[in-house]
């Protein structure tokens, strides 16, 4: 693993796309720092009558375009640094699909496994309370992230109009149906990046082909990505999950690993394949490589031993910088997490839409508006990689980076 933190590798990217701009200096400056982070302390008092104190953050990277935008995950490791990382990240994820938001990230260190269901109530609304003052439908508008999901966002809702003492859907995504979420919401992640794999692969003049795909990392996202790939020609022939990998160079069948993995809580020992290691996985000849869990899961000291012509991020930041260079050198392309994974927060913008409106879209809608935008994306980035002989992230962030100091030198530099 990468010693570098999740926001040394922010800095780095930019830094790597900043030759590529003709902009001032200080703009380069203001991006590389968040303009602001809250650090909050929880206690939680367990259902044994204890209280154990819990650490959270919420992260304002960058609000140029729009109000802050972005998840809140629970995880053990959740650190600060994290936090910032992926907030600036969403900043330019946000840019990238053209969206009219800046980047904000949320997060507690916690294991939520490890709570009950009035355990995880209670550090939920302890959070959603401890943000309230720092958040709103103009202001910063959270998300579900790693280990949260509709009834964490049902929560966060409940406790902040029970604060402001109003009603305000718009001011929380990724919510259940019931509270204003949209249809739609629940493959975002997975279906964007299909919709930019699929132009990816038009324009390497491989679609149509028979491709073969290994998801590493099968929770929401990558389970997804299991279901709808195979639409467009790809069959998922590896899958891995915390507790270890399965492996099938026939393929493996999404209704089959679904079930057994919802049974046994991994798809480790999958009667279908080959048990193996996340590592050997990783390491087996494919086509499309698709890192969907957690940061740094190709790094340096294994990027060599990858064997795959695509690396699709879905994950948020599972390619090191050092990693990203060894694979460019041995001709993979790498398909940033800011417009691969960028399907989640674009439809998370449709729902803050139509919670404002009160028009709520049907799924084709929905569907039909994801594909437009981010194939526009797409097209795009691609222009700026062929134009300057880039890496695709390096053009991501041209022309993301590009777009949010335009803004910036519109509004000037104030206060």
């Known amino acids: 693993m990468s010693r570098m933190n999740p926001y ?22 203001i991006l590389k720092e968040p303009k602001e982070v809250l650090e909050i302390s929880i206690p939680l008092r367990l259902e044994d009558g204890t209280v154990k104190l819990v650490k959270g953050w919420r992260s304002h990277h960058n609000n140029a375009l729009g109000p802050y935008k ?7 490791n959740v ?3 994290e936090v910032m990382a992926l907030s600036a990240w969403m900043s330019i994820k946000c840019a990238t699909a053209m969206l009219p938001y800046g980047g904000g990230k949320g997060g507690i260190r916690i ?35 790693v280990y949260t999901n509709p009834q964490v966002m049902s929560w966060f809702l409940d406790t902040y109009e029970k604060v402001k003492g109003w009603s305000e859907p718009s001011c929380y995504t990724g919510k259940p149906i019931e509270l204003g979420g949209s249809l739609g919401r629940g493959d975002a992640t997975a279906r964007g990046g299909m919709y930019v794999l699929r132009e990816a692969l038009k324009e390497m003049g491989l679609l149509g082909k028979p491709l073969t795909a290994i998801i590493q ?9 299991h279901a709808l790939y195979e639409s467009i020609g790809v069959t998922v022939v590896g899958a891995s999950d915390s507790k270890g990998g399965t492996y099938n160079p026939k393929g ?35 086509d499309i490589l698709i890192p969907a869990a957690l940061e740094g899961i190709v790094n340096e000291a294994n990027a060599g031993k990858i064997r795959a012509r695509i690396v699709l991020e879905l994950a948020n930041g599972p390619t090191t910088p050092e990693a990203e260079a060894i694979l460019h050198e041995m001709g993979t392309l790498v398909i940033p997490d800011v417009l691969a994974n960028s399907g989640g927060v674009t439809v998370s913008c449709f729902e803050w839409i139509q919670g404002r409106t009160g028009d709520f879209w049907s799924e084709k809608t929905v569907h039909e508006k994801l594909d437009e935008r981010l194939t526009h994306a797409f097209h795009e980035i691609w222009k700026i990689k062929t134009q300057h002989n880039i890496r695709m ?23």
């Open 8 to 29: 040394e590798m922010f800095l780095k990217q930019v830094d790597e796309a900043t030759p590529y701009l003709n902009v001032e200096q200080e703009f380069i400056d």
């Open 70 to 76: 972005g998840g809140v995950r629970y995880h053990p």
């Open 79 to 81: 650190s600060k640094d």
């Open 111 to 145: 294991a939520p496994r490890e709570l009950s269901k009035g355990e995880l109530e209670r550090v939920s609304r302890a959070y959603a309370l401890g943000i309230s003052r720092f958040m709103g439908t103009d202001v910063d508008i959270p998300a579900p992230d």
């Open 217 to 225: 990392g099968y929770g929401n996202a990558g389970s997804f990505a």
């Open 252 to 286: 493996l069948k999404y209704e089959d690993l679904m079930k057994h993995k919802k049974v046994s809580g991994t798809v480790a020992d999958y009667p279908g394949g080959e048990r193996v290691t996340t590592d050997e996985l990783l390491e087996r000849t494919v």
């Open 393 to 415: 992230r390096q053009a991501t962030y041209v022309r993301a980076m590009g777009r949010i100091i335009s803004a910036m030198r519109f509004r000037g530099i104030w206060p």
